[in-house]
């Protein structure tokens, strides 16, 4: 029990130690900014609009069901992600610790009353990116990557805020890769694409 105790001390420090170096040393006017309007889902909308407008035209029956399958991955990841794992640890946000907060970099109007770990905008944009990346990856080749660089930054955005520590973002980041990776794998066995839905992904 000593041994886990003084292990998770040290995993919390280093946590602290890159959360400061993320939200306090490597900032500039400049990508305040960027990092505001990324984690802003809002922002993000016309970009969801034009996805599955495109997946609806051009398959059918089988870009409903894609649809269907993306919005269980940011379910699931949200429910575990809040119910499991945020209740579960009961971390306190870097905003809200007493003895922390003096250190962080707040850009955003508001801490928030939840829970720290894991970060849901992390598992959300993860699950999305991964489910797009394993359904997509023989429809749009090489570009699919953008979605995990795009989730990428979004995890990102939320250290660099003030709202999450790096460990919560991982965390998220893990949680979405496991429930991307299931949905797009019962996804592609059922239904797949292939170039604009000829033949089924297998």
């Not at 960027?34 to 870009?63: D, E, Q, S």
């Not at 973002?169 to 429930?179: E, I």
Request: hydrophobic share 55%; aromatic share 20%.
């Amino acid at each position: 029990m000593f041994f886990l105790a003084s292990f998770w001390h040290k995993l919390e420090l280093w946590d602290q130690w890159l959360f400061t170096l993320i939200n306090s040393d490597w900032t500039s006017s400049f990508l305040d900014p960027i990092m505001l309007f990324v984690r802003n889902p809002l922002h993000w909308a016309p970009l969801y609009l034009f996805i599955f407008v495109f997946v609806m035209m051009n398959f059918k029956a089988k870009g409903l069901w894609w649809a269907v399958f993306l919005l269980a991955t940011v379910a699931l990841t949200d429910m575990v992600g809040n119910y499991v794992f945020k209740h579960g640890f009961q971390r306190t946000r870097p905003c809200n610790d007493q003895d922390f907060a003096m250190h962080v970099r707040l850009l955003v109007d508001r801490c928030g009353a939840g829970y720290s770990f894991v970060s849901n905008h992390a598992a959300n944009h993860f699950g999305m990116a991964v489910f797009f990346f394993i359904t997509f990856r023989r429809v749009i080749g090489k570009w699919v990557w953008l979605g995990l660089v795009w989730a990428g930054l979004v995890a990102y955005s939320q250290v660099y805020v003030g709202l999450h520590y790096p460990l919560d973002v991982l965390g998220g980041a893990l949680l979405g890769v496991v429930f991307g990776i299931t949905t797009a794998t019962v996804f592609n066995k059922r239904f797949g694409f292939g170039i604009f839905g000829n033949q089924p992904v297998l």
